[in-house]
């Protein structure tokens, strides 16, 4: 097993009102799975994924990864989890739109503990942008793409530093059937592969090519 959370809370607070927006939520994924989360708006999708992704802390409740508890990792560890053990997509892209698609794509690079020379990273970038199909695309500025190019890039930069797991918001939310399409044939070429992934999602068709699905409700998770 690769995740498990146990017993998960979570809080929001704003001025006088609270909102218990997980209310305990417990599971586990292994390696290799694809889990589709969904549930209606404001369920607490996204936050159930950036809860996981060490993104935000849960109000009570654990998350252990590869068995290790995640609250007993120091800031240190934790930022290197974030860079190396998970890969991140977000339905907005969240790309710098002045800068190329190689500038783009390099950034987890620069952040890496282990120095690589502009040569080898432009190797690295050519090779992750190869398994997108964006190889001609590389000097392009990201503004000059389409929406399904820019969710190629997204991904090709999610997985640079060769995550173990996907965390994908609405990866598909904006992009046509087609792109859509695309996109989750590249996701799950990197299940096949041997990583994990979980996607939330609106889409009833992408989550039935999912193992299992986890739907959440009044704060509370049932898989099927
Ligand atoms: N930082 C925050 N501060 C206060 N409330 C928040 C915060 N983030 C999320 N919420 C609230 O928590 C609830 C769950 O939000 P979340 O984004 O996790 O839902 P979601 O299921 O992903 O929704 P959607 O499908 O619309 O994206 C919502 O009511 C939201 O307003």
Redesign the pocket.
Known sequence: MIIKVQNIKKE?I?GRSK?L?LKGVSFEVNRGEKVAIV??????????LNIIGLLIQPTEGEVYLEGKNVSSLSVKERARMRNKFFGYIFQEFLLVEEDTVFQNIEIPLLYSPHRTTKRKRKEIVREVLEKVGLEVKIKEKVKNLSGGERQRVAIARAIINDPEVILAD?PTGLLDVENAEKVMNILEDLVAKGKTLLI?T?NELIAKRCDRIFK?SDGHITIT
């Open positions: 929001y704003s909102n927006v549930g209606p708006s404001g369920s607490g999708k996204t936050t159930l609405e939330v609106h959440i």
